[in-house]
């Protein structure tokens, strides 16, 4: 049997995320038609169902779920051989892939790929983007070295550092009767509609806000999903809503028209940490690993006294 080709697995990676024909034909830069078209081939070639589309909804059959796992993983080494050639012909001795949270604190992502390492001087650092969740995945499958992510929970199969921590933060119209508190607690939301960031983001937050409501038996009015912050920006004008979001994307969409608050809750508590396989015994990881603890808990200290989101 023939192998699928890398634009028919990104295809069903794209799709599998999403959910969505059109999101995912516009995060790989085609038309719809194309990205069925590639859906198509791929079911074909495999001889096996991986999607069941509806009239608004894409759902994953059990086999895409096994399928899809296995061709990140096929995607992710493919790249990674491309990138450690790059590097090599660079003149690197070493190459360390570190994944990064698409909502990581920028300031930490530069602090990360400033690190040098007296005892691997030729040390190239190879930076991957991704949700925390599938960070997270990929460190415990080797696919990563380390990664920055925010709001995992623990597990065995992985060790972690911690870096910072912040709580969640909640965006409102400036106008809103809310908006004046100084900081906001679940149960000034009662009345509102709910804009929560997507499952496939970080299935945990999203579960530790349904959580704590649950407990205090608060339901919203209505609830909405984003992926960006610009979408729930979007969503908290046309819904006169409450976003929840983390503390870096809260100062993506601060505005004269949007007020944003600390939430007070204990939870959603986001911490950000260092995330390596526990059965890593590479000197370079560990070495790394080491010096990004020091240098992250340093930088995080002199950037939150001078940049602390005002209330």
């Given at each position: 049997m023939?192998?699928?080709?890398m ?5 069903a ?9 059109s999101r995912?034909?516009?995060r ?5 038609s194309t990205l069925?078209?590639?859906i ?11 999607f069941?589309?509806?009239r ?10 096994h399928f ?14 491309v ?8 003149g ?27 005892l691997?001087?030729g ?12 960070l997270?995945?990929?460190?415990a499958?080797?696919?990563?070295d ?7 929970p ?8 911690s ?5 969640g933060?909640?965006a ?8 004046g508190n100084?900081e ?6 009662r009345?509102?509609?709910w804009i ?7 299935p945990?937050v ?7 409501a649950?407990?205090?038996?608060i339901?919203?009015?209505d609830t ?21 979001l ?8 601060s505005?004269n028209e ?6 007070s809750?204990e939870?959603?508590?986001?911490v950000?940490?260092l995330?390596m396989?526990a059965?890593?015994?590479?000197r370079?990881?560990s070495?790394f690993?080491?010096?990004?603890g020091r ?5 995080q200290?002199?950037?939150q ?7």
């Amino acid at each position: 049997m023939a192998l699928p080709e890398m634009r028919l697995l990104q295809a069903a990676i794209a799709l599998a995320e999403e959910l969505n024909y059109s999101r995912a034909a516009a995060r790989l830069r085609i038309d719809q038609s194309t990205l069925s078209k590639r859906i198509a081939e791929l079911e074909s070639q495999i001889d096996m169902r991986l999607f069941v589309r509806n009239r608004q909804t894409v759902e994953l059959t059990e086999a895409s779920r096994h399928f899809v796992e296995e061709a990140r993983n096929a995607v992710l080494h493919a790249e990674r051989a491309v990138a450690d050639a790059k590097a090599a012909m660079q003149g690197a001795d070493e190459v360390l892939h570190i994944g990064r949270s698409v909502y990581a604190d920028p300031y930490l992502v530069t602090a990360i790929q400033s690190i040098q390492l007296s005892l691997f001087p030729g040390l190239k650092v190879k930076l991957w983007s991704n949700f925390s969740h599938e960070l997270a995945r990929m460190v415990a499958a080797g696919n990563l070295d380390v990664a920055l992510v925010l709001a995992i929970p623990d597990s065995p199969s992985l060790s972690f550092l911690s870096v910072t921590e912040s709580p969640g933060y909640i965006a409102l119209p400036n106008n809103d009767a809310a908006a004046g508190n100084a900081e906001i607690s679940l149960n000034d939301l009662r009345a509102h509609e709910w804009i929560l960031p997507a499952p496939h983001i970080n299935p945990f937050v999203t579960e530790m806000i349904h959580a704590e409501a649950s407990a205090k038996n608060i339901v919203a009015s209505d609830t909405h999903t984003y992926t960006t912050a610009e979408e729930a920006l979007a969503l908290v004008m046309a819904h006169k809503g409450a976003a929840f979001l983390t503390r870096e994307a809260a100062w993506r969409i601060s505005s004269n028209e949007i007020a944003v608050r600390p939430l007070s809750e204990e939870h959603p508590k986001l911490v950000t940490r260092l995330a390596m396989r526990a059965d890593d015994k590479k000197r370079l990881t560990s070495e790394f690993v080491r010096a990004a603890g020091r240098k992250l808990v340093k930088a995080q200290s002199s950037h939150q006294r001078s940049t602390a989101l005002a209330c």
